[in-house]
């Protein structure tokens, strides 16, 4: 697949794509990336929409036991570890970083519960740098599309940023979201409507 095609046709598809988490600051957002693991971006906004109005700052949320805050989050999933890690980077946020959210990849890294590609999410999305997260989607597509060819998430982020510029990354990283949600999806994707169905690997090796 032509870098250079896909983009065109991408920005056709998706020419101005949003997160499509509910966020009202870097923290919030954080704090549903969190959440999002394992569950869908609906599902964390109606928990958010309830857990923000008392507890959006990293002060606040420690005002919640841990027992609490898994009831509030129940229903995304993983409820115990996912408060776990909200409650240890709040804590962090505060001794390390007078309660601010870091605006640098690597000190977002060192919070408890965040990995590479939250930090990615919260780097390129509330602070609009240079970043392409690659969560379950970005990976898949990019393997079908041949971009790369690895089940190894850092790999694949490495392989995009040397092939994509930079001024692209963080919008990409939204755009093949989009694209690998509604139309290249993990089960039964929608090939037969897809606009990369003659280039794509996947298509024609199994010819769906
Ligand atoms: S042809 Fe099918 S598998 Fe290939 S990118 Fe399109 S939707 Fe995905």
Redesign the pocket.
């Known amino acids: 697949m032509n870098k250079d095609s896909f983009l065109k046709i991408l920005n056709k598809l998706y020419p101005n794509p949003k997160c499509e988490l509910n966020y009202g600051s870097a923290y919030e957002l954080l704090v549903a990336v969190i959440l999002s693991a394992q569950c869908t971006d609906k599902r964390v906004n109606i928990v958010t929409e309830t857990l923000f109005k008392k507890y959006n700052t990293p002060q606040k949320m420690l005002l919640l036991k841990q027992e609490q805050l898994e009831e509030i989050i129940h229903s995304c999933g993983f409820y115990h570890n996912k408060a776990k890690n909200i409650l240890s980077m709040s804590k962090d946020l505060i001794e390390k970083y007078n309660g601010k959210v870091p605006d640098n990849i690597q000190d977002l890294q060192t919070l408890a519960g965040v990995g590479r590609k939250t930090a990615n999410v919260v780097y390129s999305e509330a602070f609009k740098g240079d970043a392409i997260a690659v969560d379950t989607h970005v990976l898949r597509?990019s393997n079908?599309?041949g971009f790369v060819k690895t089940a190894d998430p850092y790999k694949c982020e490495i392989q995009l940023m040397n092939m994509f510029d930079n001024k692209d990354w963080g919008k990409l990283h939204l755009q093949m979201v989009h694209f690998g949600r509604y139309?290249?999806k993990a089960q039964k994707?929608?090939?037969k409507e897809?606009p990369?169905?003659n280039e794509?690997y996947?298509?024609n090796k199994t010819n769906?």
């Open positions: 597509v079908r599309l139309i290249c994707p929608n090939c897809c990369f169905a794509c996947f298509n769906i």
